[in-house]
């Protein structure tokens, strides 16, 4: 069977769909952020437990550290833990922040908590 379709429209379509889409699954990862928030010694080893950690790093001195879940939220997202010093947090962001840009959320949020 013959359809009779005029393909500039139906390019069209599939563009407009295709960014709808985007669209669409780049909301669904900004409802999933998470702001960090303080968590226990055992959850942050809990975390580390559960499967290999992604990006683990550390800070040349020890004092801070930082690793991510492997497996995803939504999309880009995922569970980021850190430490420093002797306070761990948690948040979910994306899975593309390095260790510096994840300590400076955390600072951030735990400096306007004061």
Same mark, same amino acid.
């Given at each position: 069977m013959y359809a009779?379709? $005029? #393909? @500039? @429209?139906?390019?069209?379509? $599939?563009?407009?769909? *295709? #960014? *709808?889409e985007r669209a669409y699954w780049l909301s669904r990862e &900004? $409802? *999933?952020? &998470? %702001?960090p928030k303080e968590i226990?010694? =055992? %959850? +942050? =080893?809990? %975390?580390?437990g559960v499967m290999y950690p992604m990006?683990? !790093?550390s800070s040349e001195d020890g004092e801070c550290e930082? +690793?991510?879940? *492997?497996?995803?939220?939504?999309?880009?997202?995922? #569970?980021? /833990? %850190?430490?420093i010093g $002797? @306070? /761990?947090y948690v948040? !979910?962001?994306y899975s593309n922040l390095d260790h510096a840009e994840i300590l400076a959320r955390?600072? #951030?949020?735990t400096e306007s908590q004061k």
């Amino acid at each position: 069977m013959y359809a009779d379709l $005029i #393909e @500039s @429209s139906t390019v069209l379509d $599939i563009q407009a769909t *295709a #960014e *709808a889409e985007r669209a669409y699954w780049l909301s669904r990862e &900004k $409802i *999933a952020l &998470k %702001a960090p928030k303080e968590i226990d010694v =055992h %959850a +942050f =080893h809990d %975390a580390l437990g559960v499967m290999y950690p992604m990006n683990w !790093r550390s800070s040349e001195d020890g004092e801070c550290e930082t +690793f991510m879940l *492997a497996e995803m939220v939504c999309g880009n997202v995922t #569970e980021i /833990y %850190a430490r420093i010093g $002797i @306070s /761990y947090y948690v948040m !979910r962001d994306y899975s593309n922040l390095d260790h510096a840009e994840i300590l400076a959320r955390v600072k #951030e949020v735990t400096e306007s908590q004061k």
